[in-house]
């Protein structure tokens, strides 16, 4: 694939992009691909699906299996029925 150079770009823009690398964890050039997929049909015909909802997509699959086990535990009080309300 041939390469692509921005210039001129933004200041505001050029932070932008370095903290979705921070926060994803990944390099700059993942991150403005990443970005990029996520405004164009380039992503959809990657993974052969639409996205429905592509504000909560970078939240599919984040947690760690350990962090998904605490916050069901967190809840699990929550989801106990008490059978006195429903009478």
Same mark, same amino acid.
């Given at each position: 694939?041939k390469p +692509?150079?921005?210039?001129?770009l933004?200041?505001?823009?050029? %932070? &932008?992009v370095?903290r ?5 964890r +990944?390099s700059?050039? !993942?991150? =403005? +691909? &990443?970005?990029?997929?996520g405004?164009t049909a /380039?992503?959809?015909? %990657?993974t052969?699906? %639409? /996205? #429905? ?8 699959? &984040?947690? &760690?299996?350990?962090?998904a =086990?605490?916050?069901? %535990? /967190?809840?699990a009080?929550? #989801?106990? =029925?008490?059978?006195?309300?429903? !009478?």
């Amino acid at each position: 694939m041939k390469p +692509i150079t921005l210039r001129n770009l933004p200041p505001e823009l050029s %932070k &932008s992009v370095r903290r979705e690398a921070e926060r994803k964890r +990944i390099s700059m050039n !993942k991150a =403005v +691909i &990443s970005l990029l997929e996520g405004k164009t049909a /380039a992503k959809e015909k %990657k993974t052969g699906r %639409k /996205a #429905r909802h592509p504000d909560l997509d970078a939240l599919a699959g &984040s947690w &760690s299996k350990k962090e998904a =086990v605490e916050f069901d %535990k /967190a809840l699990a009080a929550q #989801r106990q =029925v008490d059978p006195e309300l429903w !009478k």
